[in-house]
């Protein structure tokens, strides 16, 4: 898989900027647990934070520009790379179920301009409903008199959620349905009755916010529902006749989740791949037994085994992202599959560069502590490693493998 040249320009662009603003600024934001606004600005300024430049990405004719840009931000850190791309979550949500009129109006006001950047919220997880989406609970009514919909629930782990100026929030507008009955809708700046809950402190990616969203009686405009409510009213019809013959199942928040997981692959391999290279360095400058410590097989081979995982990870996510731009059919749910390898890949690689580094790697003077405790969200978040092995197994075996 060729990327092409342009492709490997955008490439060696974004690395200087994570090289030379990222990286820098990584333990400062990870200490500090805020998100990280001004290399945020900084970004917005070059263009990297951007609507624009992430659909640049997508439509590349490489069918790889995503994974390539988000392997080389995470590479800087994954907490300030999560900082800059977790508003992409809320704007595909918009991209895959909004109108052409919703896509226009909502996605500039998630990014904000480079002098007065915002950031966006997908909003689907909930306490009582993390992995099992369809059991989620915020409510969302239509008040026809007023062609308004009013949401009532908590949304939790958000990114972003509370400082975002557009919130997408997934409620159920029929709870008999499942998650056939839910539907997003679009929450606007500054409207009244959301409002931010705990902000978690988190064991890693701790430059980015995470937090619930409380929703009490939020009211928004009937054009904030993504898609109309014409094609909601059908969807539901036929989501009542299909529960009653099958059971019923798919959602729009599921569908969001499928298409996004090759390039959280691409986010732990960059993590990977940083790991990769300082426990290399040290490996090779590190002195015992009066000869570097890489002149022994047992961290030779160690560090032999990181790369092959790593490159193995990089050809998944890939061949995921090109199939996914190609709209080539997922049989055997090779975007899960990218996701799943490349997130353990990640947690295992940065601790192998921990016992590389000895003492010095369980300190917070060598980043590998770091990018070690960042690498644990890769098998939790955007589906957790059992949920991504659940739904391979489903796509190759067809059996509805509980
Ligand atoms: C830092 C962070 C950021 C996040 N950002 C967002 C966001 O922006 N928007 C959003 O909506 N959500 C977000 N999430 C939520 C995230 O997607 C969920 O945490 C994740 O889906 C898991 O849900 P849960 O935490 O409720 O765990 P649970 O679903 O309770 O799972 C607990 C354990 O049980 C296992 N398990 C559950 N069901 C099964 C099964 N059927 N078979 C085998 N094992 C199973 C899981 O794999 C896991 O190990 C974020 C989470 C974190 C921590």
Redesign the pocket.
């Known amino acids: 898989m060729d990327p092409g040249a342009d492709q490997l320009a955008v490439r060696d662009w974004l690395h200087g900027f994570a090289a030379d603003v990222i990286r820098p600024a990584a333990a400062e934001w990870d200490e500090r647990e805020e998100t990280p606004w001004p290399v945020i600005q900084e970004a917005a300024k070059l263009g990297i934070y951007s609507l624009d430049f992430y659909a640049q990405q997508y439509f590349d004719p490489s069918g790889i520009g995503i994974p390539i840009a988000m392997e080389e931000l995470f590479w800087g850190d994954a907490g300030i790379g999560l900082s800059i791309v977790?508003t992409t979550?809320a704007a595909v949500a918009v991209l895959a179920n909004g109108t052409d009129e919703q896509i226009g109006t909502w996605t500039p006001q998630m990014f904000g301009t480079p002098d007065d950047v915002k950031v966006a919220?997908?909003?689907?997880?909930e306490p009582d409903?993390?992995?099992?989406v369809s059991a989620l609970r915020t409510r969302a009514v239509y008040d026809e008199a007023k062609d308004e919909w009013v949401l009532n629930g908590t949304?939790?782990?958000?990114?972003?959620?509370g400082i975002a100026a557009v919130h997408v929030v997934v409620a159920t507008v029929d709870p008999e349905l499942g998650a056939r009955g839910h539907a997003s809708f679009v929450v606007p700046p500054g409207t009244p009755g959301l409002s931010q809950g705990q902000k978690?402190k988190?064991h890693g990616?701790r430059a980015?916010h995470?937090a619930e969203v409380v929703l009490d009686g939020v009211r928004v405009p009937g054009s904030c529902l993504l898609g109309g409510k014409e094609k909601l009213d059908e969807r539901l019809a036929r989501a009542r006749e299909g529960v009653q013959k099958s059971g019923g199942r798919g959602n729009a928040a599921m569908a969001t989740f499928e298409a996004s997981r090759p390039a959280v692959g691409a986010q732990a391999i960059g993590i990977a791949r940083a790991a990769y290279e300082v426990a290399l360095d040290y490996a090779r400058t590190r002195e015992q037994f009066g000869r570097p410590i890489i002149d022994n097989q047992g961290v030779a081979f160690q560090l032999a085994d990181m790369k092959t995982r790593i490159d193995a990870a990089r050809l998944l996510v890939w061949r995921a992202s090109w199939m996914a731009v190609n709209n080539q059919p997922f049989t055997a749910a090779e975007g899960s599959m990218s996701k799943l390898y490349a997130g353990e890949t990640a947690k295992w690689v940065t601790a192998q560069a921990m016992q590389i580094l000895g003492g010095n790697g369980f300190t917070r003077e060598y980043p590998v502590e770091r990018m070690h405790r960042d690498s644990a969200?890769y098998s939790?978040?955007?589906?957790?490693?059992?949920?991504q092995r659940?739904v391979i197994a489903r796509a190759i075996s067809g059996m509805p493998i509980?």
């Open positions: 977790g979550l919220a997908f909003c689907s997880s409903a993390g992995s099992d949304k939790t782990w958000a990114t972003n959620g978690f988190k990616i980015s995470t969200i939790i978040f955007e589906g957790t490693s059992e949920i659940l509980r």
